[in-house]
């Protein structure tokens, strides 16, 4: 049975903001869920990134 249109989690992509700016090959990217109705805002967490090898901030894309 597939997932009704108006769930409140959905599905979001987390991408990293220093690792654009540092001129470096590759991304990193998380993929997660929020609730929408809770959060209806793009979400900021920090994560860790394999390339920098530090926790940096990653912002929602879309």
């Not at 959905?10 to 959060?39: A, D, F, M, W």
């Not at 920090?46 to 920098?52: A, D, Q, R, S, T």
């Amino acid at each position: 049975m597939a997932k009704k249109s108006k769930d409140a989690r959905q599905q979001i992509i987390l991408e990293c903001t220093e690792h654009k700016e540092s001129g470096l090959p590759g991304t990193s990217r998380y993929v997660t869920q929020k609730n929408r109705r809770n959060t209806p805002d793009r979400i900021e967490l920090k994560k860790f990134n394999p390339i920098l090898k530090r926790y940096t901030i990653h912002k929602e894309i879309k």
